[in-house]
């Protein structure tokens, strides 16, 4: 976190916000548990990879230290909920317990078979691509329509980071259908869309979040690495304005409609 408001401060960014992984779900294995990096075979169970809580004591403890040391930048708490809407208890407690600045919320898994669940990636292995993206946004709509609590729906375009290298590429237009029900529902929320710029988002997304009523989009760099700190952001904010979103007032500076 250190070096990563040393980076904002580098870059004369006005604030950071850190919005670390608050995973759920556990997911079935389909491979030799030998083969994960090492700091992921410390949460195999029984066949299954099974994420630890959120280190939230130690996260407010850093967060509280960076405040401290860098007092002219604004430095916002935050969390990224995954799949909520089936874990409601637990993500209800830690948003009590964090009492956090900013939630976004994601999807990165699927169900498998009766009772197991599977990585979005993983499902690729066993599924044909284009189903797997059809239920990948079948589960973000089921996400926006059954979780209430949160500011912005993180990569929409999650699924199609990993589409297969060995088949052609495919435009979002074969997803259309799909894509718009899920920007529907969040435009009725009245919540923002992120524009992640791990990878860069595809015009159509934005265009026709736009034109379902979308208000709000919010920028994330998925920034794992202090380096990648708002990398992409000078291009997305292009393409908001250039789609018809503006620079807005709004505590965590998402950018609304002109």
Known sequence: MERTCERAVELGLRSVAFTDHAEFTATILLGDPALLPGQFRRWVRDGLLVPPPMPLEGYLECLERCRNRFPGLRILSGVEL???????????????????????CGQHTLPHEPGTWIDVVVDYRVRDPADVVRRYLAELLGLVEGWDDFAALAHIDYAMRYWPRDRPPCPPAEFEEEYRAVLRALARSGRALEINTELPLHPDLLRWWHQEGGTAVSFGSDAHDPLRLAHGFTEAAAMAEATGFRPGRHRHDFWVRG
């Open 82 to 104: 995954s799949e909520p809407q089936w874990h409601p208890g637990r993500a209800a407690s830690l948003l009590r317990q964090g009492q956090f600045d900013v939630v976004i």
